[in-house]
Nanobody, 126 residues
Framework: EVQLVESGGGLVEEGGSLRLACTYS????????IVWFRQAPGKEREGVSC????????YYADSVKGRFTIASDDAKRTVFLQMNDLKPEDAAVYFC???????????????????WGQGTQVTVSS
C-alpha cells in the first residue's frame, strides 16, 4: 500500500500561482506512476497530469498545458504540481494518486490510480 498526502492548496487570484505537493510513502514496489486529478462540484473527475517515477515521462491535460508543470523530488518522495496563470475553471479539489504501473500510459493515464490522497482545495477568485 502507498499512502499519499497532498498539500499546498489555498485561495489565489485569477492569474496567480500555486504549487501543490504530493508526498508518498515507501511501498512494496520501487516505481509508480503519480497522477494528479481534480474534481469540482458537479463535474466529473479530471486527470490533470501524470509523472512516471521510472520512465521520467510527463503528461498533461489539454486544459492545463503551458500553465501547469509536474516535477519530482525523488529524495523527498514528493511530486509537485506547479500551477501558473490560474483560472476560475481550475478551482477544484486536487488529488494525487499512485498507480502500481511504473509508467503513465499514453492515452489512458487519466484512468490510472490505485491509491489516493485526501485532496487539497484550490480556490481561484475572479
Amino acid at each position: 500500500e502507498v499512502q499519499l498526502v497532498e498539500s499546498g492548496g489555498g485561495l489565489v487570484e485569477e492569474g496567480g500561482s500555486l504549487r501543490l505537493a504530493c508526498t508518498y510513502s515507501e511501498g512494496i514496489f520501487d516505481s509508480y506512476a503519480i497522477v494528479w486529478f481534480r474534481q469540482a462540484p458537479g463535474k466529473e473527475r479530471e486527470g490533470v497530469s501524470c509523472f512516471s517515477t521510472l520512465g521520467r515521462t510527463t503528461y498533461y491535460a489539454d486544459s492545463v498545458k503551458g500553465r501547469f508543470t509536474i516535477a519530482s523530488d525523488d529524495a523527498k518522495r514528493t511530486v509537485f504540481l506547479q500551477m501558473n496563470d490560474l483560472k476560475p475553471e481550475d478551482a477544484a479539489v486536487y488529488f494525487c494518486a499512485a498507480d502500481l504501473s511504473p509508467f503513465c500510459h499514453s492515452g489512458s493515464w487519466h484512468t490510472q490510480g490505485h491509491y489516493w490522497g485526501q485532496g487539497t482545495q484550490v480556490t481561484v477568485s475572479s
